[in-house]
Nanobody
Framework: QVQLVESGGGLVQAGGSLRLSCAAS????????MRWYRQAPGKQRELVAG???????NYADSVKGRFTISSDNAKYTVYLQMNSLKPEDTAVYYC?????????WGQGTQVTVSS
């Protein structure tokens, strides 16, 4: 069993930055991969960024060059650094982990970008 707790969301003006954190209840070294998803009102949940156990990363085209995913195994935490935020980035952001072929989700953290 794995618990994921997101934090760091909030209200920011367009062009600003936020850093989201996803704290896991156990070492993330054993995870196959961890991801950030987001879901805006009335839209489907979409993949934002992912990082594998070996450190490979991938990003949605809409956030490339603006968002950076990283991990700190010592802190059991994955981060999402979000720069140059746009109003269309407004959504609930969810942390996801693949561990032993089971999928785990956090409760989500709201990010609101004002124009």
């Amino acid at each position: 069993q794995v618990q994921l707790v997101e934090s760091g969301g909030g209200l920011v003006q367009a062009g600003g930055s936020l850093r989201l954190s996803c704290a896991a209840s156990r070492s993330i070294f054993g995870f196959n991969d961890m991801r950030w998803y987001r879901q805006a009102p009335g839209k489907q949940r979409e993949l934002v960024a992912g990082i594998t156990r070996l450190g490979s990363t991938n990003y949605a085209d809409s956030v490339k060059g603006r968002f950076t995913i990283s991990s700190d195994n010592a802190k059991y935490t994955v981060y999402l650094q979000m720069n140059s935020l746009k109003p269309e980035d407004t959504a609930v952001y969810y942390c996801y982990a693949d561990y032993n072929s089971f999928n785990y989700w956090g409760q989500g953290t709201q990010v609101t970008v004002s124009s």
